[in-house]
């Protein structure tokens, strides 16, 4: 994984075929983090995080963000919570900056998985809720 630093925050994180060059304390820790989350004995997240977007943008990512490990929402859920269109939280989740760490895969469609942004697409949020362990529906 990729992960990006903008001052005192992560700004962005992707799936890269290399990590990162640069080391500081905060992408050291972020690092260790995503390596304790991927080895079973990480939950939840506590790093700083910015998320560069629109007011729209970072209120779907909070909203995001609260599910907690193993659990789910379907976008209509989360639509409903901050007042706009299911679609339009379909596509806050497309343009969260942070996934992993902003949970983005654990947002469903009202009848499926839905789309995912991050790499191998839904392969990918398949093997994250089956990690977790919020996939019996899909074993």
Known sequence: MQIV??????VR???AEYGNSETTPLLKEAQAQIDAYFAGTLRVFDLPLSVR???FQKKVCDAIYAIPFGETRRYGDLAKDIGVSAQA??????GNPIPLIIPCHRVLAATGLGGFSGSHGVETKVALLRHEGAASLLI
């Open 5 to 10: 630093q903008k001052d005192d925050a992560i």
């Open 89 to 94: 939280v379909g596509g806050g989740c497309g």
């Open 13 to 15: 994180v992707e799936w």
């Open 53 to 55: 977007g629109s007011d």
